[in-house]
């Protein structure tokens, strides 16, 4: 299999199909020129451990598109925390072109990167920037996010540490995870129904969602935290 083949495109209509997602032409075309680039980029920066075409295919855009049908309505803003190569900000942004994105990752060589790709895709309303999350509110142009998404960054805990100064009034966090995580999730899960030091939680409500991405089976789970309560 080729990146940017028939059978590559087709690979990637089928698998969003089959998590009921549908998506264009032209949609998966962009996700192949990112793809070529990435493989080309990857030769002298680390940006992904994950070559071959058909685990591109599904473990980067496949998965990376799943959150979108559990994302709330009526929300404007994104933000991609540790986006590295642009999992999963870039097919996201791909597939929701009205929405505005912002990546962010500690690494100045990914987010030349992602500043290449956006430029070469031509995407609109979209930045990358090279920053810490836990500095990012301190930007002078910073505005809360409806959504902040991370794919395989962090402990839950230091997922929402980092997202709360980020995250606009009754958002959403999204980290995706990997199968097993139940007992971090019931470990959150308690920490969030108590008054903790260590972190102010106040007004999260945490949900989960497991799913097998199509053809090769391998089980994922996004954890989803809502705040229900404007904040203080």
């Known amino acids: 299999m080729i990146i940017g083949s028939t059978e590559w495109e087709k690979t990637i209509i089928k698998g969003a199909k089959a998590l009921n997602i549908n998506i264009d032409q032209k949609s998966v075309k962009l996700f192949a020129a990112h793809a070529d680039e990435l493989i080309q980029w990857n030769k002298t ?27 709330p ?31 962010i990752d500690s690494s100045r060589k990914k987010v030349s990167f992602l500043k290449h790709i956006i430029r070469s895709l031509n995407l609109k309303n979209i930045t990358a920037h090279h920053v810490r999350a ?9 505005k809360p996010f409806d959504i902040i998404i991370c794919r395989a960054f962090s402990s839950l ?31 959150f899960s308690l920490l969030l129904n108590k008054t903790s030091k260590e972190i102010d939680t106040k007004g999260l409500r945490i949900t989960t969602k497991k799913y097998a991405l199509p053809f090769i089976g391998a089980k994922r789970t996004v954890v989803m935290l809502k705040q229900t309560i404007l904040k203080a």
């Open 45 to 71: 920066v680390n940006l992904t451990s994950i070559t071959d075409p058909f685990e591109i295919a599904v473990k980067h855009y496949i998965d990376s598109i799943y959150p979108v049908s559990l994302m």
């Open 73 to 103: 309505k009526g929300f404007f803003s994104i933000l991609d925390m540790g986006s590295g190569g642009g999992f999963p900000g870039i097919p996201l942004k791909i597939i929701l072109p009205d929405i505005s994105f912002t990546l």
């Open 134 to 142: 836990e500095l990012f509110f301190n930007d002078t142009n910073f």
């Open 157 to 187: 805990k230091n997922i929402v540490e980092k997202s709360l100064p980020l995250l606009a009034e009754n958002g959403t966090i999204i980290a995706m995870k990997g199968l097993c995580i139940d007992k971090e999730v019931d470990s």
